[in-house]
Structures are given as C-alpha cells and as structure tokens.
C-alpha cells in the first residue's frame, strides 16, 4: 500500500475514532448533567423540607423564613452572606462613614457600632444554625480594620507609676537579707535538717 493511501487511511480511522470519544463523552456529560438535575431537584425538595432555624432571637423566624422562600437562589450560607451584607455591614459601614478620623480612633465612640455589627452578625448565623465565628465574618473584620483602624495610632506601652515600679524593685532586695539569715540561722544550731 502506498504510503499517502496509508496515511490518508490512519488520518479517517483516527477521526472515526475521535468522533466514537467525542459521542461517548457527550453522552456522558448527557447522561452527568440528567444526574445532577435529578439530584439537584431532589436535594433541593429536601433542604426545603427539612430546613432548620433557631431560635435565640425574636428575628430568627424572620431570617429564617426569607431563606426559606429565596431557597431555589440561595442556599444557607449564601443567604447568611446576603442577610449580614444587608443588615450588618451597611449599617456598620453607615455608621462609621459618619464619624471624623480623630472619632475613628477613639474607642469610645467606636464601641457602639462595632459591637453592634458583631452581635448583629452572630445574630443571623446562630438564626441560620451556622457556626460563628466563620470565615466571612473574619474576612470582614480584617476589611474593616483595613479600611476604618489602620491610621490609628497603637497604644504606647508605658512605664507603671513609681510606687509599683518600687514595689516591685524593693521585694526581691528585701527577701535577700532574709533568706540569707534564715540560712545562716539554720547552720548555726547545727540542724542540718529542712
């Protein structure tokens, strides 16, 4: 056989045999893709059915049952990142933008709105049944003390007053002489015993 009639005849077997993987492989993905919708539906039926809340706060019911009628968009932890997105975050972050940048490195007049955030965000995961602290909600405290703390100047250490600074210096030079003449004291009688 020539050698072009050869190739020509391996170059048709190999797109024949291309074609017979691409079907098997369409048909695989077919045959996937029906899977997981079947098992997405199912899956679905059952959250929404056996869907929990709890109930540590007068809001839970609230927050649960939005989750509850958005469930075919959000799943529960989706609809947590919504819920403290809406709830938490703007208002912490309408809060905040109110204050000047000396006010923002006051922890006074801070306090309120961060611990409100805080509770805020705890709130709707113990709703929700999702572990608090998470990692969204650490990822949102490291954009927050990005943003609003970093040009804050830390707290110096400083020395303690004199009379703790003395109190401090003088025990231990007090308890030398002592221990020495308990020391001296014991050899003394003779009573090599503790």
Not at 42 to 51: A, D, W
Not at 153 to 162: G, H, I, K
Request: aromatic share 12%.
């Amino acid at each position: 056989m020539p050698c072009a009639v050869r190739h020509a005849s391996n170059s048709q077997q190999s797109i024949s045999k291309s074609r017979l993987n691409f079907s098997v492989m369409r048909g695989t993905f077919t045959f996937s893709g029906v899977f997981l919708c079947i098992f997405s539906g199912i899956t679905t039926g059952m959250l929404n059915e056996t869907y929990a809340c709890g109930n540590k706060s007068s809001r839970c019911p609230d927050l649960c049952d939005f989750c509850r009628d958005y469930h075919h968009i959000f799943d529960r932890s989706s609809c947590y990142r919504f819920q403290h997105e809406i709830l938490c975050y703007k208002e912490f972050i309408l809060s905040m933008d109110g204050f000047n940048n000396t006010d923002l490195c006051n922890r006074d007049v801070v306090l309120k709105p961060y611990n409100n955030f805080s509770v805020c965000s705890e709130e709707i995961a113990d709703c929700l049944l999702i572990p608090w602290p998470n990692q969204m909600v650490e990822d949102a405290f490291v954009q927050i003390h990005t943003k609003y703390f970093q040009d804050c100047p830390l707290e110096e250490l400083r020395d303690p007053p004199p009379s703790i600074v003395f109190a401090l210096v003088m025990t231990p030079i007090c308890l030398i002489p002592a221990m020495v003449f308990l020391v001296v004291l014991k050899t003394k009688n003779g009573d090599g015993r503790s």
